[in-house]
């Protein structure tokens, strides 16, 4: 069959970018050290640099019973760079188990008593905070076009982080309650005047089939906050399925996604 030169080049720009991807450290302020996926489309441009916060069930579990149970953070990192985004995804710790290069390879990780939910949210957000310093230096990302992501417990930190002025988008999908977070949670993050001081366009997305609680927070707290200090937001509470349809970079929600990313960060 043959293909005209105008079909090649359509063919050419819709192939997706190669990524290479490594495990990398990330020092903290204080001393402390967490592991982290980096994943960079392939050649020497520069791009727009993306953190990316899991969720509950990785930092309970590790990487690699993470891996196990079907959820695998190197995916999301990878799908980020194949379309045109540096992607960093770091770990997060459970107990006293520190999140460096062994929480990469261990599956039972009960080194002391878990974190209270408001300490891991606390502490997520001095990650992100490193996190989004390790990219905003590195050479191949566009320290300008700087967003966060995040699912489940990891969107409730990506929503606190979400009034750094650093950030261009904010992306949340399937935020966690967490009404143990105490004065972190949900609804705390949704809080009206507290999301006055929101910068960066925010992208909310969650199955219709989702939590009740965490969707009755989303509709009249957050996105209710959001349209009344007119802040710029895409909102779809009605993807089909649950919380488990974000498990894996694709479908509806992340074409969607990676549309908002590229409208308010650039084309990569």
Known sequence: MKISAGLFALALLAAPVRAE???????????????????????????AGLV?????????????????????????????????FVALAPLRRHGRFKADAAYVTHSALTDGPPLEFRTAVEEGVRVHDTALRHLAR?????????????????????????????????????????????????KMASDEARLDHLRAPLFLAMGADGRRAARKIATRRLVSGLRKHKKIFTARLDYAGGREIFDLPRGAYWADAVSFLKLHLGDG
């Open 21 to 47: 991807v490594a495990w990398v450290n990330l020092d903290g302020p204080t001393g402390e050290r967490h592991s982290a996926l980096l994943a960079l489309p392939a050649g020497s441009a520069q791009h």
């Open 52 to 84: 990316f916060h899991h969720d509950t069930n990785l930092r309970k579990q590790g990487y690699r019973r993470g891996l196990e149970h079907g959820f695998d953070l190197k995916q999301f990192a990878t799908a980020l760079a194949r379309a045109g």
């Open 138 to 186: 590195h050479a191949r990302v566009d320290r300008r076009r700087l967003g966060v992501i995040g699912l489940g417990e990891g969107a409730l930190i990506a929503l606190w982080a979400a009034g750094d002025k650093r950030l261009g988008a904010t992306l949340i999908f399937s935020p966690a309650r967490l009404r143990k977070a105490r004065h972190l949670n949900l």
